[in-house]
């Protein structure tokens, strides 16, 4: 069975500051892991996806994620909050072209 | 934009109607999965269509059911519409690859309200 656990219901950071948004995933097979972000009345937009290669992903925006099998985690950084960043992101664990979705971060970005 | 375009954008319906959705898949793309995501929640995976055959169920009752066409567009059919099933309904399309899990582009979605 597939499911993701998004750590953090809300999360604020300052201007500038560094983002850390949380995520497990539980998987019966070598998953592939996405990040969504969905701004307020705004369809989903993917952020960056895992599929085996580097451990390491880079996606736009400046976020990353990092894919720890060993502790079975996918978490969301960003070196540097922006403003436009405030929005609500979702971890996402992928078998088959179906894709399972935590209950998701909302992200407040403070002046 | 991701080239999912989903019709109509808003919609109320009185509890028992019927409604269908629609959903224009990407250019090139065979796959259709479909999505609902109530108030304060994360999208729910409820069905998914591939070369116009269900291809995987989530949780959800018989009475939504779907079609994939032979242009690889997608309805979304619910009936006996009850007040629970007020949400976002989310279609995302993609290209199913054997063995790989690709990326899904989501359309604007569907916000159908049940009174």
């Known amino acids: 069975a597939q499911s993701v656990t998004q750590l953090d219901s809300h999360v604020s950071v300052s201007e500038g500051t560094p983002v850390l948004l949380r995520c497990n995933y539980s998987s019966s097979y070598s998953p592939s892991l996405f990040w969504y972000v969905q701004h307020p009345n705004k369809g989903l937009q993917l952020l960056l996806k895992?599929?085996?290669?580097?451990?390491l992903v880079k996606g736009i925006n400046g976020f990353e994620a990092e894919f720890k099998k060993s502790e079975t985690s996918f978490h969301l950084t960003k070196p540097s909050a922006h403003m436009s960043d405030a929005a609500e992101y979702f971890c996402?664990?992928?078998?088959?072209?179906?894709?399972?979705f935590g209950s998701g971060t909302k992200l407040n970005v403070k002046p | 934009e991701t080239g999912v375009t989903q019709s109509p954008t808003h919609l109320i319906k009185t509890r028992g109607q019927q409604v269908t959705l629609r959903c224009s898949s990407q250019?090139?793309?065979?796959?259709v999965s479909w999505y609902q995501q109530a108030l304060g929640q994360g999208p729910q995976f409820i069905f998914q269509?591939?070369?116009?055959?269900?291809?995987g169920r989530g949780n959800f009752p018989p009475r939504f059911s779907g079609l994939q066409f032979p242009n690889y567009s997608s309805e979304l059919n619910v009936n006996a519409l009850e007040l629970d099933d007020s949400a976002l309904y989310l279609c995302?399309?993609?290209?199913?690859?054997?063995?790989?899990?690709?990326?899904?582009?989501f359309g604007q979605g569907t916000r159908l309200t049940v009174v």
């Open positions: 895992y599929t085996s290669a580097a451990t």
């Open positions: 250019s090139g793309h065979n796959t």
């Open positions: 995302a399309s993609s290209l199913a690859s054997r063995g790989m899990n690709t990326e899904a582009f």
């Open positions: 996402v664990v992928s078998l088959l072209n179906k894709f399972y």
């Open positions: 269509y591939y070369r116009e055959e269900e291809n």
